[in-house]
C-alpha cells in the first residue's frame, strides 16, 4: 500500500493535535450554550463513510452527553448534458423528523464544493434543531467558488485529492493513519 503514496500531506500526530484542538472548540461554544446550567441535549450527524475515523477520535475529546445519528449522502455527478447538475440521494437513517431542542453538529471529512455539506445542513435545518453547527476536518483551497461556510475546520489543503484517516479512493486507503497523496499512476495504472 505504501508504494501508492506520494506524499504524507498531514501525519498522524498533527492530526491528533488539532482534532483534540478543534474539539475544546466545540465544547467552548457547546457550553456557551447552557448559561443557566441546564444539561443541553446534543446530537452529533457524521456524513458517511468519510468522516467514520475522524468522529470516533473527536468524540472521546467531547465529555458531553451526545447522542450520535448517522447519515449516508451520496453525490452523483450531473451527465454532460447538465453542467450544473449534481444530484443527491439522501438516506437519513436515523435523524427524527423534529430536532426541537436539540444541538447539532454535522460533520463531513472535507469540504470541496460544499454542495454535499450544505444538502445536509438545509435537511437538518428543516428539522428546528436548537442550534445546528458544522465541523470537517479538511476544507479544500478552492479559488474562486463560492461555497458555504463552515464552523469548524481542523485542516485548510491544497486542491489534490488525498486519501487516508477515513477518506477512500474506489473503497481503499480509509485505513491509512495519515492523511495522504496518491501517485498518479494509481488513478491511471501504466499510464504515468
Ligand atoms: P463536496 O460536496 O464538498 O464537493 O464534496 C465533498 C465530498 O466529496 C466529501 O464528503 C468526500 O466524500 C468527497 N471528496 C472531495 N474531495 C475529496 C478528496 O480529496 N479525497 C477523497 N477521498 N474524497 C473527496
Ligand atoms: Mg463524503
Redesign the pocket.
Known sequence: MQQDFQQVLIDRQRIADRVHEVAQAILADLSRETADGQTLDITLVP?LT?SLIFVADLIRHLPLRLRIRLVSIS?YPGCATQSQGVTFQQQLTDIPSDLSGQHVLLI??????????AAARTLLAQRNPASLRTCVLLR?QRPGIQRMEVDYACFDIPD????GYG???NGYYRNVPDIVQLKPDVFAPGQS
Open positions: 456524513i468519510g453525490s463531513d471529512d472535507i469540504l470541496d464544493s460544499g454542495r454535499t455539506l479544500k489534490h485529492f488525498i486519501v477518506l477512500d479512493y
